[in-house]
């Protein structure tokens, strides 16, 4: 499982311009299963993404397709974890 931060290196006014496209990219991973969870940051500075691909090559390849990738609308820091605890209704999470 990987945590992905995107932070933004750009004004929002150019993000704005691609969020669309990037709401169908982060949809079409959602059903590829690749996407747990994501959300923006706030202040809305960048986002995160809970990605549960087997590994970082497999994932890199995945973000390489979002849009605020290809545009340099963000730089994404990838960090790989273990889930060992979960609450209630998660245990399934854990490995």
Known sequence: MFI?????TCDLSDVDKH??????????????GHFLMSGRKEPRTGGIIIATVDDREALQAILEQDP???EQLATYEVQAFTP????KGFEALVS
């Open 19 to 32: 969020l669309n496209e990037h709401i169908a990219y982060l949809k079409n991973a959602y059903q590829s």
């Open 4 to 8: 992905v931060s995107l932070t933004y």
């Open 68 to 70: 605020f990738y290809r």
């Open 84 to 87: 060992t605890m979960a609450a």
